[in-house]
């Protein structure tokens, strides 16, 4: 069964820290999703990738495809990033996502 | 900026009512997704479409019912409404012709509250 593992939980930061969410993913996922969803419940596409790196911002993700890990990146971190960041798994083709838990991300003025 | 919409955003309903939750999309994506979603929990996927006349049931077992007349709208509907019912319905769209991978486009949800 594909399963994608997201760590921590919960997290809690200050204004203007580096913060990094961990995504571990199993065989048969090819690429990784990263989502973020706000308190009003809306869901925004961040980033899809397959290998290396993507930037956008102050948003790194990065992924490893040997290691089957995923990691995102916020870097001088802000109250507007508050949300919960969930990284779904793709099989690629026409197969579901594989969600994970999600990360709530608070970060303090 | 995704053009897929929901309405209605918001829903308290009584036990036993029908209602009907609508998805449409502007993108011609061929593939839609209904997830459910209680305060503070993961996505599940109760119901997909392939395109037009297919639909299949997901993860989750729901006792909602969907179908997909046209490629644009994707409504979900529940025949009887109970407590158990309340919840976040999420909609999502993807476009599978335009890559191999599944990046899907997600509408504001409808919050539905049963009493």
């Known amino acids: 069964k594909n399963e994608v593992e997201q760590s921590p939980q919960n997290l809690t930061a200050q204004e203007g820290e580096f913060i990094t969410i961990n995504c571990s993913y199993s065989v048969g996922i090819s690429a990784l999703h990263w989502l973020q969803q706000h308190p009003g419940g809306g869901i925004v596409s961040l980033f899809m990738?397959?290998?290396g790196k993507k930037k956008h911002g102050r948003l790194i993700a990065t992924i490893n495809i040997q290691e089957k890990h995923s990691s995102l990146h916020i870097t001088a971190s802000h109250p507007r990033d508050s949300a919960v960041y969930i990284c779904?798994?793709?099989?690629?083709?026409?197969?579901?996502?594989?969600f994970g838990k999600g990360t709530k991300l608070t970060v303090n003025p | 900026e995704a053009d897929i919409y929901q309405t209605p955003r918001y829903l308290v309903i009584g036990t036993g009512k029908k209602i009907t939750l609508e998805c449409s999309q502007t993108?011609?994506?061929?593939?839609m997704y209904w997830y459910q979603q209680d305060p503070g929990m993961e996505l599940h996927l109760i119901h997909y479409s392939y395109g037009v006349n297919s639909t299949e049931k997901g993860d989750l077992s729901s006792e909602s019912t969907v179908s997909r007349i046209r490629t644009e709208h994707f409504p979900l509907t529940l025949e009887s409404a109970r407590p158990s019912h309340t919840s976040q319905y999420l909609c999502?769209?993807?476009?599978?012709?335009?890559?191999?991978?599944?990046?899907?486009?997600f509408g504001p949800g409808t919050r539905l509250t049963v009493l």
């Open positions: 999502a769209s993807s476009d599978q012709r335009a890559s191999s991978y599944n990046e899907q486009f």
């Open positions: 993108m011609g994506h061929d593939k």
């Open positions: 990738l397959s290998s």
């Open positions: 779904a798994g793709d099989q690629g083709g026409s197969e579901k996502l594989v």
